[in-house]
Each structure stands twice: as C-alpha cells, then as structure tokens.
Nanobody, 120 residues
Framework: QVQLVESGGGLVQAGGSLRLSCAASGAFFSLNAMGWYRQPPGKQRELVAVTTSGASTNYADSVKGRFTISRDNARNTVDLQMNSLKPEDAGVYYC??????????????WGQGTPVTVSS
C-alpha cells in the first residue's frame, strides 16, 4: 500500500502565496507521474499540474505562470508553489501519484486532500 500525505493548505488573501507538499511512502518499485489536482466547491476534480519521473511537466492553462511544480525523486516528494492566488484557485487540493508496484503493475493513488481558501 502507498500513502500520500499532504501539507501546506490554508487560508490566504488574493495575490498571496501558498506551498503545498506531498510525501509518498510505502512499498513500491517506483513513482511515475506525481502531481496535484483540485476540486473547487461544487465542481469536478481537475488537473492543476503533473510531473513525470523524467521531469517533464504539464500545467492547467489557468495556473501557468503562477504555479510551479517540483519533485524530489530521492525523497519521493512533490511540491506545488502557488503564487498570485486568485479566489477561483480555492478548493480541495489532492496529491496524485502513479505508482509502479513491485510486481510492475501501475496503480493510481490519491492523498486525503488539503483545503485552500483564497479570500478576495
């Protein structure tokens, strides 16, 4: 089993910054993609940013230029630096990892979610 533990959410004023962190632990062969999704109130979960083990990244258009995803493969962590936050960035942010198991099968895992509130 793999656990993803998130930290760093909270309340911030519009224009402010937050940094989310996620650490993966458990028994697995490797981590493929890691990233962040969010679920705004009353809406579906959506991609925010994702990075592969080869360090390529993909961002939602709405966060490009404001958010930066970074990954530490040695520590199995992925961070999301969020700058110039807007009220529409609010929601529950979920850490995501695509795990390659010891038996070389791929599985998707999710963190428990951390709330981000942006006041206008």
């Amino acid at each position: 089993q793999v656990q993803l533990v998130e930290s760093g959410g909270g309340l911030v004023q519009a224009g402010g910054s937050l940094r989310l962190s996620c650490a993966a632990s458990g028994a697995f062969f490797s981590l493929n993609a890691m990233g962040w999704y969010r679920q705004p109130p009353g809406k579906q979960r959506e991609l925010v940013a994702v990075t592969t083990s080869g360090a390529s990244t993909n961002y939602a258009d709405s966060v490009k230029g404001r958010f930066t995803i970074s990954r530490d493969n040695a520590r199995n962590t992925v961070d999301l630096q969020m700058n110039s936050l807007k009220p529409e960035d609010a929601g529950v942010y979920y850490c995501y990892a695509q795990v390659l198991s010891i038996l070389k099968k791929e599985y998707d895992f999710w963190g428990q979610g951390t709330p981000v509130t942006v006041s206008s």
